[in-house]
């Protein structure tokens, strides 16, 4: 396909640039960061079971599988 060398380059960026942000934040960085998604996401499970929707997935960081 013409658009491997396209993916393949977007891939590595992708990579590199996830690397640059883990060695800007260090690891409590990372942590202090990943600990607030997982609070939003958990406040916000909360938020959907107080309205009356079922929550899947009993364990999650950050996506909740939710019925509808």
């Not at 998604?37 to 364990?59: P, T, V, Y």
């Amino acid at each position: 396909s013409t658009l491997f060398p396209y993916t393949t380059l977007f891939r590595s960026l992708l990579a590199n640039i996830a690397s640059f942000y883990a060695v800007y934040h260090g690891p409590q960085g990372l942590q202090r960061i990943a600990n607030r998604i997982h609070r939003l996401a958990a406040i916000f499970a909360e938020g959907l079971r107080q309205a009356g929707f079922g929550i899947r997935n009993k364990s999650f960081f950050d996506t909740i599988q939710i019925d509808t």
